[in-house]
C-alpha cells in the first residue's frame, strides 16, 4: 500500500498597480511548483480561495516520512494508538486520524493567518500603512 506525504500552498493575490485588479503572479506560481516537482512533489489539485490559490500537492511518503510525519502529530494531538489487531485496520484508522488531524491543524493555521491579517488592517488607513 502506497503512504503519501500532503502539502498545502497558498499564493496570495497581488495588487496590480495602485488601484488595479488582484491578481496571482503566474511566474511565481510556476517557479514554486517547478522547484517542488523536482523535489518529488505532484500538484493534485489548485482551487481559487478568498485570498488567492491554494494548491495541494502529494507524492509518496518514505519510510523515514512516515516516522517523521505521522508520531509527532500523533503526540501533540494527545491520539490513542490504534490496537494493533491486525495492520490493516491499523492503518485505516491512522488514515482517518491522520486526515482528522491535518484539518485541524489546517484550521489553526488559517485562524493564525486571519488574525494577521486582521492586525495588519489595523495599521493601515487608506492604503497608507501606519508604523
Known amino acids: 500500500m ?3 506525504q500532503y502539502r498545502t500552498i497558498v499564493f496570495e493575490f497581488q495588487k496590480d498597480g495602485l488601484l488595479g485588479d488582484r491578481i496571482i503572479d503566474d511566474e511565481g506560481v510556476e517557479k514554486t511548483l517547478n522547484e517542488q516537482g523536482s523535489n518529488g ?3 493534485v489539485s489548485a482551487t481559487m480561495i478568498q485570498d488567492g490559490l491554494l494548491t495541494l500537492l502529494k507524492r509518496p511518503a518514505t519510510e523515514t516520512d ?3 510525519s505521522i508520531d509527532p ?3 501533540s494531538a494527545n ?3 490504534p490496537p494493533s489487531h491486525t495492520a490493516s485496520k491499523e492503518r485505516v ?8 488531524q491535518e484539518k485541524a491543524y489546517i484550521e489553526g ?3 493564525q493567518r486571519k488574525q494577521a491579517m486582521e492586525q495588519r488592517e489595523q495599521c493601515l488607513v487608506g492604503e ?3 508604523r
Open 109 to 111: 493555521l488559517e485562524r
Open 79 to 81: 491520539v490513542e494508538q
Open 128 to 130: 497608507i500603512r501606519i
Open 73 to 75: 502529530v500523533r503526540q
Open 66 to 68: 512516515m516516522h517523521i
Open 2 to 4: 502506497i503512504h503519501w
Open 93 to 100: 484508522t491512522s488514515a482517518k486520524s491522520l486526515q482528522q
Open 41 to 43: 512533489w505532484e500538484l
